[in-house]
């Protein structure tokens, strides 16, 4: 009789999450097949840009936490590195438009830093407490904002956190960075961030870059086809709009960077809720 109700209460746990989460929901270690690009599940990669940002304080525990409950599997993180060293989790280099007090990250120590607290409460987060708080239940898509100065606390911080290195990912506009990365990670996913003068062309036969990641706007059919013919996979960012999502999944692109991650999932046929 006991056993028959823990089943019956497993079961009911099984099928609330799937009316939860739907019934496509990836698993991470389906998301962690980032290289492949017959993976079955997503036909499109859906990144969490700052979490789900559209409608909660970027950067915090509360946004990711809920673009996990939407299904999302890969969160977006973007990182400045502090006088100490630290890598905190911050789309500026200041740290004015989120926590209201106006230091420049690279030239405060973390002393200051840790002490600053955002909209919700939540103070501004190295990444290592994002580590800490989410684990390898999701894919990190690190931001190195700086670029190669970052990349030795980049490091160290992996070495800190081995059991988590086929969790990451890397994007930078740094070619060097990524040259780098690939000498010493040569696993590691790489994508570099283009610039509106940039062209794929120049960059798509180079075995250090897995992935280019290219702003709405400038997405082109032509580039997309060219980056799959040399094996590399073609991102979008930041798209939030339901027709340019759509656009999207004309084009062919590999993944979708967006502050929206509940609307990107359910446009590309993941996680789609029941009736």
């Given amino acids: 009789m006991m056993y028959f109700r823990k089943f019956f209460v497993l079961m009911l746990a099984i099928i609330s999450a799937c009316f939860i989460f739907g019934f496509q929901v990836i698993s991470v270690e389906q998301a ?5 690009k017959s993976y079955a599940r997503p036909a499109i990669r859906v990144i969490a840009h700052r979490g789900a940002s ?32 630290t890598l905190y989790v911050s789309h500026d280099p200041s740290t004015l438009r989120l926590t209201g007090k106006d230091y420049i990250i690279n030239d405060t120590n973390d002393e200051v830093l840790s002490s600053l607290t955002v909209e919700n409460g939540e103070t501004l987060h190295t990444v290592q407490e994002f580590f800490n708080h989410f684990g390898n239940k999701v894919l990190y898509l690190i931001e190195l904002k700086e670029g190669t100065p970052a990349l030795d606390n980049l490091q160290k911080l992996l070495e800190k956190n081995p059991k988590l290195l086929s969790n990451i990912t890397v994007q930078t506009w740094d070619v060097q960075s990524l040259i780098a990365l690939e000498s010493r990670y040569p696993e590691m996913f790489k994508q570099l961030l283009m610039s509106t003068e940039q062209d794929i062309a120049s960059y798509v036969k180079c075995s250090w870059i897995d992935s280019f990641a290219v702003a709405f706007p400038h997405i082109r059919k032509e580039d997309v086809e060219l980056a799959h013919s040399y094996g590399k ?14 656009k999207c999944e004309e084009l062919g692109v590999d993944g979708v960077i967006s502050d929206k991650p509940d609307l990107a999932l ?10």
Avoid at 32 to 36: A, L, Q, T, Y
Avoid at 61 to 85: M, N, P
Avoid at 238 to 245: A, H, K
């Fill in 266 to 275: 359910q446009i590309m046929g993941i996680n789609k809720q029941p009736g």
């Fill in 233 to 246: 996979q073609y991102w979008g960012w930041t798209i939030n709009e339901e027709v340019d999502m759509q």
């Fill in 32 to 36: 962690k097949d980032i290289k492949e």
């Fill in 54 to 85: 559209a409608a909660m304080t970027e950067h915090t525990f509360q946004s990711y936490e809920e673009a996990i409950r939407e299904g999302c599997r890969q969160i977006e993180l973007d990182v400045y590195q502090s006088k100490d060293g």
